[in-house]
């Protein structure tokens, strides 16, 4: 098992910026890699960017340039700074942990980005 704990969410006025951590525990030794999604009401969650072990990133059209994944250690821990915040950006934010058994969620932060 593997449990996320997401802290950083809250409100930001659009050009803003907002830092999203996420911290691994439990059977960490099974992560391969790390991710943030994103979802709004009616909406599939999406990728917004991914780290693997060896800190390869990727991430979304849609916040590339805008945001940065990274990870302390490469292993249990994924941080998602945002700049330039825009109100389409508004969304509960959720951290993934993939590993070779599925993928674990945390419980989602709001993100809401109005002036």
């Known amino acids: 098992q593997v449990q996320l704990v997401e802290s950083g969410g809250g409100l930001a006025q659009p050009g803003g910026s907002l830092r999203l951590s996420c911290v691994a525990s439990?059977?960490?030794?099974?992560?391969?890699?790390m991710g943030w999604y994103r979802q709004t009401p009616g909406k599939q969650r999406e990728l917004v960017a991914q780290?693997?072990?060896?800190?390869?990133?990727n991430y979304a059209d849609s916040v590339r340039g805008r945001v940065t994944i990274s990870s302390d250690n490469g292993k249990n821990t994924a941080h998602l700074q945002m700049n330039s915040l825009k109100p389409e950006d508004t969304a509960v934010y959720y951290c993934?942990?993939?590993?070779?058994?599925?993928?674990?969620w945390g419980q989602g932060t709001q993100v809401t980005v109005s002036s």
């Open positions: 439990g059977s960490i030794s099974r992560i391969h890699a």
């Open positions: 780290i693997t072990s060896d800190r390869t990133t």
């Open positions: 993934c942990a993939y590993t070779n058994y599925g993928p674990y």
